[in-house]
């Protein structure tokens, strides 16, 4: 928690949830990474009615609603103290896709629509998935997709190829963005569809290998198809056309969920690398942290992760206060940024660690593993840093 950013409510709950993280998910971590999805999903369902029992569900949801009502200054740091644990945004039904759909659905979506899948997805009694990337196409340009949904009577006919649909696998719902207008102007081509995965046409065609991973129920990104898949016309989220603008309106507070997430595990994974060149002895009295380049390593990753923070906390202020198109710059800058030092440090720490550190049997090979996306996944550094390019050199004429 940053004292700069730190409310009184803040203050009130912070301690609670990290005690939770550290005595209740901290110890089951390893074990369930390595079990099966059943015997996984079980044993977090109960840690789930116990933060339910506390108090403590989904913070960023209003008090109305059975969360915090907590800002995004506010929720940032908690976002960050769950991301230090691989269960801890799950547990608090925090994780996405699912907090970017109830975002949506929340603002878009209809009365019965709401009634029939937001409420039970912000109870946590169901999870959702998010279409939107196919293999064909560059996925950090949404615009560009074969994916149609043609209005036929009273029902929306899907047919399509998607990947990377994270967590599908014993999804409720996915959120499909599909093509509804191919005549319109290129930002208003596409609409969003809510399709249950019960529906005669979807398919899931596999789990995807994450660097040889495939993992398993919310543990995992599937690619699915989509065959003449009927659903009833209510089931368009908001209005025909206006896809891409909701796309872009739940990317903004997703980019800093992901980052505050990012920087936990950067300060897990800091915490483990401090440990091990405490620890770890070469010979004759001569520790690993001994290393000019191991205390090299430690001051570098230090500063790096403490400015990343300030870099979202301000974006998230920004955000708060003037709304996320205000704020786009400074999205698209701790986008790249915190990004590419989650890697550093990951790969710093694994590198302390030695042989150890690319096992299974510390946290820091699944991290390296399903974290290295995050320099692909919500637009590649790349875009982001022309995008602050452009604007900057705009301002000089250019």
């Known amino acids: 928690m940053n004292n700069l950013y730190a409310t009184d409510k803040l203050k009130?709950?912070?301690?609670?949830?990290?005690?939770?993280?550290?005595?209740?998910?901290?110890?089951?971590?390893?074990?369930?990474?390595?079990?099966?999805?059943?015997?996984?999903?079980?044993?977090?369902?109960?840690?789930?009615?116990?933060?339910?029992?506390?108090?403590?569900?989904?913070?960023?949801?209003?008090?109305?609603?059975?969360?915090?009502?907590?800002?995004?200054?506010?929720?940032?740091?908690?976002?960050?103290?769950?991301?230090?644990?691989?269960?801890?945004?799950?547990?608090?039904?925090?994780?996405?896709?699912?907090?970017?759909?109830?975002?949506?659905?929340?603002?878009?979506a209809s009365k019965e629509i709401r009634e029939s899948w937001l409420k039970p997805l912000m109870d946590g009694e169901i999870r959702s998935c998010f279409g939107m990337t196919e293999p064909e196409f560059a996925g950090s340009n949404p615009v560009n997709m074969a994916t149609t949904a043609i209005f036929e009577g009273d029902e929306i006919i899907l047919n399509g190829h998607k990947w990377f649909t994270t967590a599908a696998d014993g999804a409720a719902f996915c959120v499909v963005m599909a093509v509804t207008d191919p005549e319109a102007d290129t930002y208003e081509r596409a609409s969003m569809i809510l399709v249950p995965t019960d529906t005669p046409g979807f398919e899931l065609v596999r789990n995807i290998p994450i660097m040889g991973d495939a993992?398993?129920?919310?543990?995992?990104?599937?690619?699915?198809?989509?065959?003449?898949?009927?659903?009833?016309?209510?089931?368009?989220?908001?209005?025909?056309?206006?896809?891409?603008?909701?796309?872009?309106?739940?990317?903004?507070?997703?980019?800093?969920?992901?980052?505050?997430?990012?920087?936990?595990?950067?300060?897990?994974a800091f915490d483990m690398m401090c440990r091990r060149a405490a620890e770890r002895e070469l010979g004759h009295g001569r520790m690993l942290g001994h290393q000019q380049t191991v205390q090299n390593w430690i001051a570098e990753s230090r500063a790096e992760i403490d400015a990343s923070r300030l870099m979202v906390l301000n974006a998230a202020a920004k955000m708060d206060a003037e709304g996320a198109k205000a704020a786009r710059l400074e999205i698209s800058t701790i986008k790249f940024y915190v990004a590419d030092v989650l890697m550093k440090?990951?790969?710093?720490?694994?590198?302390?660690?030695?042989?150890?550190?690319?096992?299974?049997?510390?946290?820091?090979?699944?991290?390296?593993?399903?974290?290295?996306?995050?320099?692909?996944?919500?637009?590649?550094?790349?875009?982001?840093?022309?995008s602050l390019a452009k604007a900057i050199l705009k301002g000089y004429g250019l």
């Open 12 to 108: 009130s709950i912070y301690p609670g949830i990290k005690a939770f993280v550290e005595e209740e998910l901290y110890p089951t971590e390893l074990h369930l990474l390595k079990g099966d999805w059943e015997e996984t999903e079980a044993i977090l369902n109960a840690k789930r009615e116990a933060v339910k029992a506390l108090g403590l569900w989904a913070p960023y949801l209003s008090e109305e609603e059975g969360g915090l009502g907590l800002s995004m200054v506010e929720f940032g740091q908690i976002s960050e103290l769950l991301g230090t644990s691989v269960i801890g945004h799950y547990v608090f039904n925090c994780q996405a896709p699912d907090i970017g759909n109830i975002e949506l659905l929340h603002q878009f």
């Open 215 to 268: 993992g398993a129920g919310y543990f995992s990104h599937a690619e699915i198809r989509l065959n003449d898949c009927r659903v009833p016309a209510g089931h368009l989220i908001g209005k025909r056309g206006e896809g891409f603008r909701m796309a872009q309106m739940r990317l903004g507070p997703g980019r800093i969920h992901h980052c505050m997430r990012w920087i936990g595990i950067c300060e897990r």
């Open 345 to 386: 440090v990951l790969d710093r720490a694994i590198q302390v660690h030695g042989a150890l550190g690319i096992t299974d049997d510390t946290l820091l090979s699944f991290w390296y593993r399903h974290e290295r996306g995050a320099r692909i996944y919500d637009g590649p550094d790349e875009v982001h840093k022309a």
